[in-house]
Structure formats: structure tokens, C-alpha cells
């Protein structure tokens, strides 16, 4: 059975600093992966997706993440962050029809 | 385009009744599904649906229901609610399986007392 794991449940950062957030999957199928993002009482929206390919994948608002096998780790991050980036990330693994089993999220607080 | 939309927004019931909640969604997506999310255990699938008329149960299916009578709605019935119900509920959707993207609405709170 496929798991997920965040490895940080907060992370806090000042603006304009770097910031990775990690997550360790197993999974002994083939490995499709995602980071959602879900704001202040909000449902969640994807930032980005690993399906096969290029190890290093972009998402939106700048965030990228790095696909590693041999690790077996999806960490997500951004060499940049703004306030507006305060929100919970959840890293995520899909199985078949499509099911999603989530880590357990990592709040990220960003501070002036 | 509303995306996917739930109804209600918030709900609190005591222990024992039952309620439905609404999921629809107008993409015209085959697959849905309906997450719990509680603090610190991210979301967990209760049930999902991979085309009108067909359910199967998720990792956390006991003491829910699903129906998919329509391709563009999906509900999720508590026939008997409990505390430990108490959860935020998300409905999704997406066209064709694994790899597409999971479109989620804005979540329903629910309180049982």
C-alpha cells in the first residue's frame, strides 16, 4: 500500500527566503505524485504534479519540486516566498481511478 | 464555470441524526470523490465513483453512504451521525483517473455534538 509522508508539520520563514518542504512516499507501483496547496478556509488546488519524465517539475507561483527515486522523495520548494504564500501544502500520492493518499500537511507561515 | 460546489457550507447535528451532503460539479468529469480532512492526519478518502451510477468505498468508508444517481452530482449521506464525524468534508472531481488533476470544492464543516 502506497504512503505518504511530510516530514515537517510547520515550517516558519521570513519573506523573500528560501523555503523546501519535504515529503517521503512508498509506493511499489508505478509513482504518480502532487503538491495541493489549500489557503485559509479554502478547498485545496494543485500547484504541481510529477507523472513520469523530467525529475525536476515547475508548477505555479513559482514552486517546483524534485522527483528522487532513489530517495523516494518529492520535496517542493521555491527560492523565494512571499506573505501570500502562508497556506498548508499537502503532498500526495495517486493510485488507481485516480484515489489520492495525502501526507499530513505542512503549514507554511511566512513573515515580514 | 462554478467548478465544484458543496451544499451546505456548515452543519452541526447531534449525535444519531442523519444528513446528506451535495456535491455537483459542472466540468463533466467521470470521477468523484469525497475526503475527510481532520488536523494533523491530512485528507483521507471515504468513498469515491468513477462514472454515474457506480461507488466504491475509500480508506475510511464506515458509517457513510454515496449515491451517483447523475454524472454531475455526488452525495454523501451520515445515516447516523457520530462525534467522531466531527470533520471537514471536500468533494472532488477530475476527468479520467490517476493522472489528472483533482478539482476540489470549498469544503463543508461539519459539527457533531
Known amino acids: 500500500a502506497q504512503s505518504v509522508t511530510q516530514l515537517d508539520s510547520q515550517v516558519p520563514v521570513f519573506e523573500e527566503a528560501p523555503v523546501e518542504l519535504r515529503c517521503n512516499y512508498s509506493s511499489s507501483v508505478s509513482v504518480y505524485l502532487f503538491w495541493y496547496v489549500q489557503y485559509p478556509n479554502q478547498g485545496l488546488q494543485l500547484l504541481l504534479k510529477?507523472?513520469?519524465?523530467?525529475?525536476l517539475v515547475k508548477g505555479i507561483n513559482g514552486f517546483e519540486a524534485e522527483f528522487n527515486k532513489s530517495q523516494t522523495s518529492f520535496h517542493l520548494r521555491k527560492p523565494s516566498v512571499h506573505i501570500s504564500d502562508t497556506a498548508e501544502y499537502f503532498c500526495?500520492?495517486?493510485?488507481?481511478?485516480?484515489?489520492?493518499?495525502f501526507g499530513q500537511g505542512t503549514i507554511l507561515t511566512v513573515h515580514p | 464555470n462554478a467548478g465544484v460546489t458543496q451544499t451546505p457550507k456548515f452543519r452541526v447535528l447531534k449525535t444519531g441524526q442523519s444528513m446528506t451532503l451535495l456535491c455537483a460539479q459542472d466540468m463533466n468529469h467521470e470521477y468523484m470523490y469525497w475526503y475527510r480532512q481532520d488536523p494533523g492526519m491530512g485528507l483521507r478518502l471515504i468513498h469515491y465513483s468513477v462514472g454515474e451510477g457506480t461507488t466504491a468505498k475509500g480508506e475510511v468508508p464506515d458509517g457513510y453512504n454515496v449515491s451517483r444517481l447523475k454524472k454531475q452530482n455526488f452525495l454523501l449521506g451520515l445515516e447516523s451521525a457520530a462525534p467522531s464525524q466531527t470533520s471537514v468534508y471536500f468533494c472532488?472531481?477530475?476527468?479520467?483517473?490517476?493522472?489528472?488533476?483533482?478539482?476540489f470544492g470549498p469544503g463543508t464543516r461539519l459539527t457533531v455534538l
Open positions: 500526495a500520492g495517486g493510485t488507481s481511478y485516480g484515489k489520492l493518499t
Open positions: 510529477y507523472l513520469s519524465g523530467s525529475t
Open positions: 472532488a472531481s477530475t476527468t479520467d483517473g490517476v493522472t489528472d488533476t483533482q478539482y
